[in-house]
């Protein structure tokens, strides 16, 4: 049988993703391991924990499979049109940013940076369905926590690469470093960031680069698997874009960690609080030291969720 086009084939399909779900994950660990060459240095328990989590992955993707969604929302003309217009305004902010830095104003130069991380977070929420489809999905002073929890959360659940369900020690590692470094330290951390701490976390978006699985490779493995263990969908799967909800999981990475550091500065660039004032922006200050590294950080994200848009 070969499953036929249309909404029939996408439910077919998912049904026997969920059946072949064990077999399906058995192939996708032993590809992992042996693209990353894990074997002498994994246990059996590992390994078995990996692929466990490539089998609730696997349902899960089925469920979009089956709902045309990669999140819980619907993504709809109107979800590209305000995540491209959040994307125009990112990129005129991210130009302010850059251009208020080498005139050395330096506290707007934070400003439109954290501005063009927000709204480029935003895009990315509206175009992949984490949010609905709202010309301002999040409203409030608490914006940022709640990005920080959705990238955590949400879209950390289904949109990082496939070597994040394999369980990969390197990749599993400098999750957990962005984690300590952001919950476990108090929130006025959030604020205070230190040079160091955030030059560390800027390290974690490298080797989260460093270890993400290429989409392309990704779409290939995925496809070859998939039609290794469901083969009388073999056209079906060869039409499909399996790797959709991958494209944008390196901006979800690093707007979650350039969130995390930039996002508290809204105000303090501003007008004097309690922590802080614009006069406190000069030279030496943390994020005026990484300024460069964090917009270069920034404008590649902003790239990849224009062209996951595209």
């Known amino acids: 049988m070969i499953i036929p086009d249309g909404q029939d ?14 077999a399906i994950s058995e192939r996708v660990t032993a590809f992992l391991r042996t693209k990353w ?26 469920n979009s499979v089956e709902s045309n969604r990669i999140l819980d929302h619907e993504v709809t003309a109107d979800s590209i049109s305000f ?11 991210l130009q302010r940013a850059m251009r208020d830095f080498r005139g050395e104003d330096y506290p707007m130069a934070v400003y439109f940076l954290q501005q063009g991380i927000e709204k480029t977070s935003t895009a990315v929420a509206l175009s992949t369905g984490a949010v ?16 920080l929890s959705m990238f955590k959360t949400v879209m950390g659940g289904y949109l990082l690469d496939v070597n994040s369900f ?13 984690n300590v470094l952001i919950y476990n330290e108090g929130g006025e951390r959030l604020f205070n960031w230190n040079s160091f701490q955030i030059d560390r976390l800027l390290d974690v978006i490298n080797k ?20 290794e263990t469901i083969p009388e969908a073999e056209s079906y799967i060869d039409e499909f874009d399996f790797t959709e909800r991958y494209r944008p999981a390196e901006a979800v990475t690093s707007l979650y960690v350039l969130g995390a550091i930039t996002y508290l500065h809204e105000n303090e660039t501003r007008y004097p609080t309690e922590r802080g004032q614009p006069d406190d922006y000069q030279v030496g200050h943390s994020l005026i030291v990484h300024f460069r590294k964090m917009h270069t950080e920034a404008k590649r994200s902003h790239n990849i969720v224009t062209n996951f848009i595209r």
């Open 37 to 62: 060459k894990t074997t002498e240095r994994v246990g059996y328990a590992y390994v078995m924990s990996g692929q466990a989590k490539i089998e609730r992955y696997l349902k899960e993707f089925a």
């Open 208 to 227: 989260f680069r460093a270890v993400n699985l290429d989409v392309d490779e990704a779409e290939e493995a995925t496809k070859s698997i998939l039609v």
């Open 132 to 147: 609905p489809a709202k010309i301002r999905p999040f409203k409030g002073h608490d914006t940022p926590g709640r990005f």
């Open 166 to 178: 394999a369980g990969q020690t390197d990749y599993g590692e400098k999750r957990k470093a962005v």
């Open 9 to 22: 084939s996408a439910e077919q399909l998912a049904r026997l993703i969920r059946e072949r779900s064990p």
């Open 83 to 93: 995540a491209e217009k959040y994307l125009r305004i990112a990129e005129v902010d």
